[in-house]
């Protein structure tokens, strides 16, 4: 089942627990989120974390000239902010006072602002993530080639998921992790219409979905 959600009248979203986890749902279902093309200005970030056998890689992006796409994450990102404080106690904290949030949509000094986006692997350490060239067609992606499919200065839009919103030394924030992403062309035409999409099962999408 599947409905589109107005991002700038976002009054159905609610947080729920789902295992050890919070999520972002509206009326139960996880929540997806279409993107306008993003531009990759750094290298992909890699790190290892102590309890995992493998990397974690995520991205940081700058929105490719589409003004009314980043008002409507900075709406999202202060909709989530109140939502989370409203709902404190379920992400187990006990007050709201000098509680902080770890923006999706961050500011970085003079330059651009970045959006923070995670690569979800498997227990075996696959990816996740559906991957796609310029022509729609399937890519498959591991760790001998995903830093020279995405290397600095690629060109992508995506397709991307709430996996949690995480709270931790008084401090809030979101996770999301990119479900499709289609490679593009630098003369590519940026995107201007963007919504988001919600959907209950996702990762079963057999195509990218434009």
Known sequence: ME???????ITKLSLTKSGKNIKLVNN???ISLKTSELFLPFNLNKNRRHWMNYDEYSMDCYINNDPTFSENLIKLDETIFNLSKENINLLGGTTTDDLGY???YRENKEYPK???LYFPRDNNGNFITHFFDENSKPIIVNERNIETILS???IFKTLITCSKVWFYQNKIGTTWNIVQLKLLTKESTPIKETTVNINDSVYDQPSFIE
């Open 3 to 9: 409905t589109t959600l107005d991002i700038q009248n």
């Open 28 to 30: 139960k279902l996880d």
């Open 102 to 104: 770890s923006k999706m």
């Open 114 to 116: 970045l959006l923070k």
């Open 152 to 154: 600095k200065k690629s």
